[in-house]
Structure formats: C-alpha cells, structure tokens
C-alpha cells in the first residue's frame, strides 16, 4: 500500500503527519511504516509517530491522521518558561483553541514542564515510570515531599503512581497510601515500553522517552519528549494507564488468591498426614 496519509492544505502544501506542521512536499522526508507512506517534516517527528504507532498500532495511527489532530500551538515555547502562559493553557474558555501536540528536545524544559503541570494539577494527577531507577530520579528531585504538600493541601486531589517496584519503593508506598492516601502500584516486571508518562486533570500528557535508565538525573537519561492537550491524544494515554493500573489490581488479587491455596493446600497435607498416622496407630 504506497497511498501517502498527508493531506495538502489550501496553498498545496503538505502536512506533517504528527505535528500537523504544513512544508512543501520537496523539504519532507518520507517513511513507509506498517505499509503505508508517511510525510514528516522532521527527523524528531517521524522517529516519535514510530514510537507511538508500535505503543498503540491502529487506533493512533487512525487517530493522527485526522486532520482535527494536526494542531500546531505557536505559545508552546513560552510555556516551558512563562508561568503565565501556563495559565493561559488552561483557561477553561480557551481550551479547544489552544490545544497543543508539541515535540521537546530539551531535557530541563522537560523536567520544569513536568513540575508545573503536576503543581498545577486541581483533581488528579496519573503518573507511570517504566523502571524503578526512573521513580527514583524523581525522587531525587524532591517530588515526594511535594506531592504530600500537593495532598495535604487538596484532599481531593487523587495521585496514583505506576512502577516497579524494589525494596526501597514498597516501603514508600505503603507509607503514602496509609499517611497521605496516594497510591503506587507494583508495575511488576519493568514495561515493555522505555518511557515515562504524567497525566494531569485528564487535561494534559507529557510523555518523556527513557534514553539511558543508568544514568543518575533525568537530565542525562531520557530523550524526545511529548506534550499534547489535543483531548484524544491524552484519553488514549489515560486509557494505557488505567488498563495497566486494572491489571496490575488483577493480579494482585490472583496473587493473593494463589497465596490462600497454598495455605489451604499446606494445610490439608498436614492434616492428612495426621489422619495417616493415627491409621496406623490404630491398626497396630
């Protein structure tokens, strides 16, 4: 299949099939993925639409290629740094026009990015790290005396973690969900995906790839970058976090289950064991 999912604007210009951006087809490059040829405008764009379309298959590719996704939002570069333009962003009123799907290289706009949105967060925050050195880089950056502050401010506020778990995160969450009823869920083995995901208000979503889980700071260990407010993109995103989250809450479940036959099955070989015996005493 050869058709090129892009569509030409009015001046026949070609659109980016992840960030919507318009470029005339000559300055383009174009990738064939999963049997169909796509056009992007940069190197950045193609290898994260790659990311994404292995992360969730059909239902993203279906989703980007509408051109109601392809919005380009010209104040994202100021709300890495501008406190005010953030509060722009989520001015209720504005919402539908300043909806944003933006592409970040730069490791500390991240990182602060990630802070504001978490800061700024009214209902619920969803955060998913896919190792546990990723939880613990945050946790060096101070993030779980805030989200305590965050809770112990707003008792309405839901916070739920993902990751895996070692020794040192069982503890801290069995402390948060007793003291500050916050809730980290055991991801159990680490994701098949290397990224991290922070969901807030079921509004935005920043996705942060995992370039090097080695390395000591954020800063030197992940990669590109995703922010979007584009509603569709953050409910897909919202719908991978609860569908693991569920998952997680089965297994535990199974597992505990598994842990009462066991009892259960311990229990009942003692017990024949001790009617066995007292057969043969009894016989004898």
């Known amino acids: 299949m050869n058709e090129i999912l892009n569509n030409k604007n009015s001046d026949n210009r070609f659109t980016c099939a992840l960030c919507g951006k318009a470029f005339e087809k000559k300055?383009?490059?174009?990738?064939?993925?999963d049997g169909y040829e796509y056009l992007f405008n940069s190197e950045e764009c193609m290898s994260m639409f790659k990311k994404l379309a292995d992360l969730y298959g059909d239902e993203f590719r279906i989703s980007i290629c509408n051109d109601e996704q392809h919005i380009s939002n010209s104040i994202l570069a100021s709300v890495m740094l501008k406190?005010?333009?953030?509060?722009?962003?989520?001015?209720?009123?504005?919402?539908?026009?300043?909806?944003?799907?933006?592409?970040?290289?730069?490791?500390i706009q991240v990182q602060e990015l990630a802070f504001k949105l978490a800061w700024s967060s009214e209902n619920?925050?969803?955060?998913?790290?896919?190792?546990?050195?990723?939880?613990?880089?945050?946790?060096?950056?101070?993030?779980?005396?805030?989200?305590?502050?965050?809770?112990?401010?707003?008792?309405?506020?839901?916070?739920r973690i993902l990751t895996p778990f070692d020794d040192d995160i069982n503890t801290i969450s069995k402390k948060f969900r007793d003291e500050w009823d916050i809730e980290i869920m055991n991801l159990g083995e680490?994701?098949?995906?290397?990224?991290?995901?922070?969901?807030?208000?079921?509004?935005?979503?920043?996705?942060?790839e995992l370039k090097d889980d080695t390395k000591y700071t954020s800063y030197e260990a992940i990669g590109l970058s995703l922010f979007s407010s584009i509603r569709s993109t953050v409910i897909s995103?919202?719908?991978?976090?609860?569908?693991?989250?569920?998952?997680?809450?089965?297994?535990?479940?199974?597992?505990?289950?598994?842990?009462?036959?066991?009892?259960?099955?311990?229990i009942n070989k003692q017990l024949n064991d001790t009617i066995v015996d007292l057969k043969q005493r009894l016989s004898k």
């Open 27 to 33: 300055k383009s490059i174009q990738e064939k993925i």
């Open 237 to 266: 995103y919202v719908t991978i976090f609860e569908t693991m989250w569920k998952q997680q809450e089965l297994y535990q479940q199974l597992s505990r289950m598994q842990k009462q036959i066991e009892t259960y099955e311990k």
């Open 83 to 107: 406190e005010q333009e953030f509060g722009k962003m989520k001015n209720k009123a504005e919402a539908n026009e300043n909806e944003t799907f933006e592409i970040i290289k730069d490791p």
């Open 124 to 159: 619920e925050i969803l955060a998913l790290f896919s190792t546990a050195n990723a939880f613990h880089r945050q946790e060096r950056m101070g993030i779980l005396p805030k989200l305590r502050e965050m809770r112990k401010n707003n008792d309405k506020l839901k916070i």
């Open 190 to 208: 680490p994701s098949r995906f290397r990224a991290s995901i922070l969901l807030v208000d079921r509004k935005f979503v920043l996705y942060v």
